[in-house]
DNA sequence: ACTTCTATTACAGTCACTGTATTATCTACT
DNA sequence: AGTAGATAATACAGTGACTGTAATAGAAGT
């Protein structure tokens, strides 16, 4: 759940990930369904990210080896190593989708919006679409589970927001004409994101606490504007010291 | 350079990490001065974490295997793995020390004063007492170059930094009452943290870039000042998109 | 010298991940 | 339909970080 969407989402199948044979297998002819053909590689690879997330769904993500998510998909360990470049990527599938559309929301700005604004927009949209039907909050459920129980999937997520804010950074930096030693793009960006990183992890706390499904967006937009009305009011005037 | 006392401090040696051993070899009778004897342990150690640096600097974290600096120090591999329980303790030493001593000037802080501002406090009180000789400033730049060339490395830092978050966050959730889903402690605490980043990143460059040794202190300084300011005061007035 | 720790080693193994060469399978073209 | 050419999957062999356990060597104290 690096990005709110795959909550909502079938979770990351779309597309290959190597990005060497990102040309190679284009749309051909038939216009591709949902539901549709999809090539022997595409069935493959939903095969064994969907068995791998019934077997960490079970056992935990680290007690799952490779090995055994190959033999009960029917391939070879190979096989997965060449669809997925590490065993994390088999949760979190590819999503250069998130980075594009909020560096967009952001590049688009209109005259007089702060950079916090537009991410604030972004997100709020996001969220607020959010939608819930039995399938996804058990999808949902079962990932939160999943990366909650699993230091390695956290760090990878962390990396993951750090590119986010990395590619925000450099965004902003270039917009404000700020020398590389200007820190504030940086701080910018990554407060942007903290907000985000906060968001999803409220949202997963509320789904795994049985939250029922209308409440959580509210949740999560509760969540959303708490965080950037502090950072856009400023930090200085949060926990300070009282007497007593 | 996961603490900025670390630039101007031997580096990592001072006592066992694993904590289970923490109680075991205290200080005994003898007062142990910096050069002092040392228990076979202690030195063990201390060779380890120096030869692996030399190896590191000669081609790279990634390029050096741990059966390689094990041979070089003249140990099995196992040793290497008693003594550091992962190739990336090699390079950060044991540092609770930057946690224990940030939360206790957060918790210190005279009334009136917000976390921010504590968090100021406390950070320009360090980078402010950063010295440099030919020594120090050789083996800063040294770590500067090996982690600035290894993703693991990197990676394994912002897992540093996020425990100190998560250790400062707990902290002002207690502090403000707050209950667990309010997003503002966490904001907060990564933020702050953030720009102790920033400033490790900016000394780092101007490390690598060749700077002389005291203009450093000045540029930590400036980039801790300029960061803090800016979360201070609020993002909404930065990045502001102007017509044009 | 003898016991008692503790540090180190020997050894055997697990698991993620890589590279290469080969076979199966699928697609397109005649 | 049949076949060439791509593409997916496999077999195989390896690297490298890391673990556990039992045996040995070294330092310290009685």
Chains 1, 2 share one sequence.
Request: glycine share 8%.
């Amino acid at each position: 759940m690096a990005d709110p969407r795959e909550q909502a989402a079938p979770a990351a199948q779309q597309g290959a990930q190597q990005g060497a044979q990102r040309q190679s297998p284009p749309q051909q002819g038939a216009p591709q369904r949902q539901e549709a053909p999809a090539t022997r590689k595409e069935r493959t690879r939903r095969r064994l990210a969907e068995t791998a997330t019934r077997l960490f769904t079970e056992r935990g993500f680290d007690l799952v080896t490779v090995a055994e998510i190959a033999e009960a998909a029917g391939v070879t360990e190979k096989t997965v190593f060449n669809h997925f470049k590490a065993k994390e990527d088999l949760v979190y599938g590819d999503d250069d989708a998130f980075e594009t559309a909020l560096l967009d929301c952001v590049r688009a700005r209109p005259e007089g919006e702060s950079a916090l604004g537009a991410v604030r927009r972004f997100l709020l949209d996001r969220y607020g679409r959010m939608a819930f039907d039995a399938d996804r909050r058990g999808r949902a459920q079962a990932l939160a589970a999943i990366v909650t129980g699993s230091p390695t999937l956290q760090a990878r997520e962390r990396r993951i927001h750090a590119r986010y804010a990395d590619a925000l950074c450099e965004l902003i930096t270039a917009e404000e004409h700020a020398d590389p030693t200007d820190i504030r793009p940086r701080i910018t960006a990554e407060a942007l994101l903290t907000v985000h990183r906060g968001s999803i992890a409220s949202v997963r706390a509320a789904i795994l606490a049985g939250v029922p499904d209308d409440e959580l967006p509210g949740r999560a937009i509760t969540t959303l504007r708490t965080g950037l009305d502090l950072l856009a009011h400023g930090l200085d005037d949060y926990a300070v010291r009282t007497g007593g």
